[in-house]
């Protein structure tokens, strides 16, 4: 099939010359003619001689092959799955047969300001005996689009749960599942009411027992609560004062003076009296001494306490003074070290001190080290490997990157900070009107008056339509195509045709309908 577009004043159209080959199905030439029919392109058909002309007004419309080639937002994919649908509604309402709608992104078009999208219908009789898979081609566009990050893309998985069931494409059930995605309410009917049963007869009841009359219970006073007493506290023991030796007085608890003796060493914790020494040899305590004070175990316990004195003063040794610091010479010269011990110093050998009556004038030296008597074979030093020095004329940057067969001969590898990649071109468009430069930047970038769809938008210029170009980068060279727009574009004063590239260059004049501007590459 053999299109092309063709432009008269405001106006574009997709034109399709009916060869001589294929016959015009006149019952569809009839519906697109006389009815503006939802989801389908409006149609002119025209006559010359044997020849029919059919023309589908995609005025200020792109093609969905062009909307797919960058981002899509929610807004204008669900618009196009919405526009497929209704168009396939369409088709049956009017009696028109499916095989007529061509499933062609290059042939169906898309308003990015409204998200409007219409099919072509071509009234000819196709050589297609079974219909198309059209779950199939509509889940290959979702495996393909450019989702804008900025959207929720929840509703993708839903559309593909419906295309990846096995029931056949349904455009009633599609647009239930369209209108769900984007909160459409749906009418419901609402349920029948259920039948009312007839509410059961309750049981007779038998009639109760009679009940006895209640007895009375004679009140009985009861007196109030009054808590115990808390228990007297226990007498304290009268305290006993007995006199010390150097004066004074110490008060024992008790008038008897017998008071328990606690065993330091044993397990045992029942209370004995402690009995008194057998002899003077035993040891008198002092807590014995304060039960059982008198004028003889007071001189005992004296006598103990001052031998014990003693034994501990012969055990002690005196302690050896500890060693004198060395003495530096007093006319020792200031620039000159003080000696260090060397550091091979045997470890069993004593370090000896300087002499302290060493001559002032003379300069001390350290005592002789002593050699090992082992015999030992010296092991040579390893050579050193002299590592590759950058020149000293050329600024060096980031580090060398040494691979193992570089010290062997090999190529030193260079760290991306240390190549050089040649400079890129850039491409720009200069604004006549203001002098605005404006860079040309990705594979595509598109021109026009919408905002949302645009990468460079021209909004105070009512001229430009919402999509009127896009300019393409294709190894090194820049192409530009104009989409259909309202007032055209041209390059060099010469109009270019609708959806049709044409190469451009450096020093190009370009102009979107009134709007000139500049093409530079640098």
């Known amino acids: 099939m053999q ?41 002119v058909i025209t006559q010359m001689n044997r020849t029919y002309s059919v023309r589908y007004e995609v005025s200020s419309m792109i093609s969905a092959s062009q909307l797919f080639a960058g981002t899509v937002n929610k807004k204008r994919m669900l618009g196009f799955f919405r526009g497929i649908t209704e168009a396939f509604i369409s088709a049956e309402e009017y009696m028109l047969d499916e095989p007529l709608l061509l499933l062609d992104c290059e042939y169906i078009f898309v308003n990015v300001v409204t998200g409007k ?22 889940k290959q566009i979702l495996y393909h689009v ?23 494409f349904s455009a009633e059930t599609f647009k239930d599942l ?89 397990t045992d914790n029942k209370k004995t009296e402690t009995p008194a020494p057998a002899s003077d040899e035993e040891e008198i305590t002092w ?16 006598k103990q306490k001052e031998a014990k004195k003693a034994g501990k003063n012969k055990n002690k040794t005196p302690a050896a003074p500890p060693p004198a610091a060395p003495v530096l010479p007093q006319n020792t010269p200031v620039n000159q070290p003080y000696p260090v011990p060397p550091q091979n110093t045997p470890v069993n050998q004593p370090y000896s001190a300087p002499p302290q009556n060493a001559p002032v004038n003379q300069p001390y030296s350290a005592p002789p080290q002593s050699t090992p008597t082992k015999n030992y074979t010296p092991i ?15 600024p060096y940057q980031g580090t060398t990157v040494l691979n193992p067969s570089a010290l062997a001969g090999g190529t030193t590898v260079l760290n991306p900070a240390q190549k050089q990649k040649p400079p890129q071109k850039k491409a720009f468009l200069h604004r006549i009107k203001n002098g605005e430069k404006v860079e040309v930047r990705g594979d595509m970038f598109r021109i026009g008056r919408e905002q949302s769809y645009v990468d460079y938008c021209i909004a105070d210029n009512t001229a430009i339509s919402s999509s009127h170009a896009y300019i393409t980068h294709k190894a090194g060279k820049y192409f530009i195509t104009d989409t259909n727009s309202t007032n055209n574009t041209y390059v060099n ?12 260059v450096s020093g190009d004049k370009i102009s979107f309908a009134n709007e000139e501007f500049e093409f530079e590459i640098a």
């Open 3 to 43: 299109f092309e577009f063709e432009t008269k004043g405001s106006h574009t159209y997709l034109v399709y010359e009916v060869p001589e080959t294929e016959q015009l199905d006149t019952f569809v030439k009839g519906m697109l003619t006389n009815n503006k029919i939802p989801g389908l392109a409006n149609t």
């Open 117 to 138: 999208t219409v099919m072509i219908c071509l009234p000819v009789h196709q050589l297609i005996e079974e219909k198309r898979d059209v779950s199939s081609f509509l």
């Open 146 to 168: 450019k989702f804008d990050p900025d959207d929720d893309t929840s509703y993708v998985a839903l559309l593909m749960n419906y295309f990846n069931s096995n029931l056949r």
């Open 178 to 266: 369209l209108d769900e995605i984007e909160g459409v309410k749906l009418q419901v009917q609402e349920p029948a009411a259920a039948p009312v049963q007839p509410e059961p007869v309750p049981a007779p009841v038998p009639p109760a027992a009679p009940v006895p009359p209640p007895v009375s219970v004679p009140h009985v006073s009861v007196p109030p609560y009054v808590p115990p007493k808390a228990p007297a506290p226990a007498p304290v023991p009268e305290q006993t004062k007995v006199k010390m030796p150097g004066g004074g007085s110490i008060a024992i608890p008790g008038k008897d003076s017998h008071i328990p003796h606690i065993p330091t060493g044993g």
């Open 287 to 302: 807590l014995y001494l304060m039960q059982h004070y008198n004028k003889e175990n007071a001189e005992k316990y004296k």
């Open 380 to 394: 040579p030093p390893a050579p050193a490997v002299q590592q590759p020095v950058p020149p000293q004329n050329t």
């Open 493 to 504: 004063t010469v109009m270019l045709p609708s959806s049709t590239e044409k190469e451009i």
